[in-house]
């Protein structure tokens, strides 16, 4: 598996735990003018904590807006990275060193740069789930919220290269009608729900809808009552009449849907094995304890070489100009 080397710095402080975590990240917070950012799929105690919670793109608008000193991002390696592309004299914090994102180590950047060389004329749209060395080849980044809107700007004699997601890029292709070249990069938690434990749910729960995020494999995406970014998913399940939803995306997002509709019935679509893994182990590696210390020692920092975060900076900008 490949996985990005950049230059973090290791939280090898030891601090003592308080007993009330939440009143001391709280106090941080206002010590260091921080912002905690958290991705739905973070641990509740952690979304109950953070400052903003959202989708990639909600937390991008988020990390390129804010008046914080100290950006705490409670989420993956690649989103911390994006909050350092777009503010570079701020300090950006990641509470666990190694919450990385197995769709962007599925698209390591030299085997990448070949791809898009043996293919100069087309235009290369990558997902945020990426390195940063990933955007820096790109010419414009996109979200599971915009990828339909932003290739729908494209012109259409463009050739396009899609990447790392090929089931995100699969299911773009289907709501534009455009042809797109797609790099064969997948999530490991949306590529494992289990199409028949699904259809044995709606058997069971033959009222419920099933709400899919478009990174998962067809098969599962066939049986969606509704496709959609995470924060058009948590919006369906809020706005929707129903009372019983099958959520086939990383099971965090449930808090949040149970936070807005209490008397509704979530239930978190199943993988293929007797396992965890539809929750995203490397999102779970971060915890309240972590994010304390992380805090309190200023450390682990996420930084940047200047040419690789301008270079991965002018896609960024891009996307939140056609967004």
């Known amino acids: 598996m490949f996985i990005t080397t950049l230059p973090l710095k290791e939280n090898t402080q ?13 106090a941080l917070k206002k010590e260091l003018n921080a912002v905690v950012l958290a991705h739905y799929y973070q ?9 903003y919670i959202g989708d990639s793109l909600e ?10 000193d100290v950006i705490v991002f409670a989420g993956v390696h690649f989103m911390a990275e994006t909050a350092k592309i777009l503010n570079p004299d701020k300090l950006v914090l990641l509470p666990d060193v190694n919450a990385g994102c197995s769709l962007a180590d599925s698209c390591p950047p030299d085997r990448f740069a070949a791809f898009k060389a043996a293919h100069p004329e087309h235009l290369v749209i990558s997902y945020i789930n990426c390195s940063a060395e990933i955007k820096a ?4 980044i ?6 339909v809107k932003i290739v729908n700007q ?18 773009v292709m289907q709501q534009t009608g455009r042809e797109m070249l797609l790099w064969q990069g997948a999530c490991i938690v949306h590529e494992n729900f289990s199409e028949k434990k699904i259809i044995e749910l709606k058997i069971a729960h033959p009222h419920a809808e099933v709400l899919a995020h478009p990174e998962c494999e067809p098969p599962v995406l066939r049986h969606a009552d509704f496709i959609g970014s995470t924060s058009a998913l948590l919006k369906y399940s809020h706005e929707n009449p129903g009372q019983e939803f099958i959520v086939a995306t990383e099971p965090g997002i449930i808090h949040q849907m149970q936070k807005q509709e209490p008397e509704k019935h979530f239930i978190p679509a199943p993988p293929i094995n007797n396992c965890a893994c ?27 070489p200047e040419h690789l975060r301008i270079a991965a900076l002018r896609p960024m900008q891009r996307m939140l100009e056609m967004s």
């Open 154 to 171: 494209i012109a259409a004699d463009q050739p396009i290269i899609f990447g790392p997601d090929r089931n995100l890029g699969r299911y």
């Open 43 to 51: 641990d509740s105690e952690i979304q109950d904590v953070a400052d």
């Open 137 to 140: 080849m790109s010419d414009i």
């Open 278 to 304: 539809n929750e995203c182990p490397f999102m779970r590696l971060n915890t309240l304890e972590k994010l304390y210390l992380a805090m309190k020692n200023r450390t682990p920092e996420l930084t940047l």
């Open 142 to 147: 996109c979200t599971s919220s915009n990828a």
């Open 59 to 68: 937390l991008s608008r988020r990390a390129a807006s804010t008046n914080a």
């Open 14 to 26: 030891s601090s003592a735990i308080p007993y009330d975590l939440v009143g001391a990240i709280e």
